[in-house]
């Protein structure tokens, strides 16, 4: 039985395949994340009361002050994908730790079990 959720991110699903984007969702339907080809770095979705919202993901020395992410945007226009996914993490999120951006073998390795996450090809 679909919901609101999962028809919201079966939608943005294929916008984001039709930019070209590699597309993960989760065994529930409700989020899931893309990433380039390589799977240099991914940006988490999902649709919470109608609203998408995208977030990035990284790795710091520092992570007990940065934590692992960043709300990027909430709201999908159908056009800034690329944007979103070029975006970097901002200063007053990652400090003065250094980082790197979570891989797509680093976001499945620590999420894809309990996520159930699936390509979507």
């Not at 699903?13 to 930019?19: D, E, W």
């Not at 003065?96 to 309990?114: I, M, N, R």
Request: aromatic share 14%.
């Amino acid at each position: 039985m679909s919901n609101y959720k999962q028809e919201a991110i079966t939608e943005l699903v294929k916008r984001l395949i039709a930019a070209g984007f590699r597309v993960f969702i989760s065994k529930s339907g409700t989020y899931g994340f893309y990433t380039d080809a390589k799977g240099t770095k991914v940006i988490c979705f999902q649709n919470d009361l109608g609203i998408t919202s995208f977030s990035g993901n990284y790795k710091t020395d520092k992570p007990k002050e940065t934590g692992t992410g960043w709300r990027i945007r909430e709201g999908d226009k159908g056009t800034y994908y690329q944007a979103i996914f070029d975006s970097c993490a901002p200063k007053w999120a990652v400090k003065d730790a250094k980082y790197s951006y979570t891989t797509l073998e680093q976001h499945l390795k620590s999420y894809g079990e309990s996520s159930g996450y699936v390509e979507v090809t």
